[in-house]
Every structure is written in structure tokens, then in C-alpha cells.
């Protein structure tokens, strides 16, 4: 079950991830990790060709919901050590924006991790990673590389991952 939430994120309802997926469009938490190493690159994963979005696209290192009960980084670290066996990091909140798609509204919660680091990617969550530098994202935007939100959530927050380096 998903927290159904105002945009102020206080949560008012549940509902079930067909129903927030299946065009109701109720808003509904997510979190995102941006991973960036000392050299000014930003690790992606390759989404497994099992989901039902997308499959095949690179995206942000770590993206999920966040479920009914469950506090924002409690979720950010379940689902870090889920898709890349990610456990020491210290999360940096970049903020948060509405994100919505063709059949849902979700309330983006991004963070960012520094360091040279090694993620472990779980090959049934994810088809593989690896760090880009950010001359090679900037040239693969638009050509269907990549997931439409990470394209957007990228050219919003490049500057913030930037400045942390």
C-alpha cells in the first residue's frame, strides 16, 4: 500500500500501487539517490527489462516508493540496499518536486550521495550500473537513453549535484 499525500506531504489516505498507477493520478511519495563520485560522475542503473515502466532505461541509481507507515529515508535506505546493496552514506537532501506521467502523480524526494563509492547492483532489481560522466548524459538526453524523469530531475538538479563536489 502507498500513502495517498497532499503536496505539503501530509499523508490522508492508502491506496494500492495499481490504483496510484492506473491513472487516478493520487499523489504519492517516491525517493530518489543521485550517487556522484569524486571525478564528476553519476552512477545510473539500467532498469531490469522485468518492470513494467520502462524497462531497458537507465535512470537514477536508486528510485522506489515509499510505503504506507514508512518514513522518507527509511524508504531511501530499504530501497538503496535493494537495488545496490547500498548501506554507509549519508543522504543530502536536494528538495522535492511533483513529477507527473501518463498514468500517475508521484512527489519526488531527491537525495544525493558523495564519495567513491562501489555499488552492488541486485541483478533482479536492476539489469546493471555504472558510473557516466556528465558529458555523456548531457549527449544521450533525448535520444531514449535514458527515463523522461531522470532527463527532467537531471537538468533540475546538475548544478546541486555539482556543487557538492
Known amino acids: 500500500m502507498f500513502p495517498i499525500i497532499r503536496e505539503n506531504g501530509i499523508v490522508y489516505a492508502q491506496a494500492t500501487r495499481s490504483y496510484c498507477h492506473g491513472g487516478s493520478f493520487l499523489l504519492h511519495p517516491v525517493v530518489h539517490l543521485h ?6 560522475e553519476l552512477y545510473l542503473q539500467k532498469r531490469s527489462m522485468k518492470k513494467d515502466l520502462l524497462p531497458g532505461r537507465w535512470d537514477t ?3 522506489g516508493h515509499v510505503d504506507y507507515g514508512e518514513y522518507i529515508c527509511e524508504a531511501l535506505h530499504r530501497e538503496a540496499a535493494e537495488e545496490l546493496k547500498f548501506y554507509d552514506f549519508n543522504p543530502i537532501s536536494l528538495g522535492n518536486y511533483v513529477y507527473r506521467s501518463d498514468s500517475e502523480r508521484e512527489m ?7 564519495g567513491n563509492f562501489s555499488p552492488q547492483p541486485d541483478l533482479d532489481e536492476v539489469e546493471e550500473g ?13 535520444k531514449s ?6 532527463e527532467s530531475e537531471f537538468r533540475k538538479i546538475r548544478r546541486s549535484l555539482e556543487a557538492l563536489l
Open 35 to 40: 550517487i556522484i563520485n569524486r571525478n564528476n
Open 145 to 150: 537513453v535514458f527515463t523522461p524523469n531522470f
Open 108 to 114: 519526488v524526494n531527491i537525495f544525493a550521495a558523495v
Open 130 to 142: 555504472r558510473y557516466w560522466p556528465m558529458e555523456e548524459i548531457e549527449s544521450n538526453i533525448g
Open 61 to 63: 541509481a536508486v528510485g
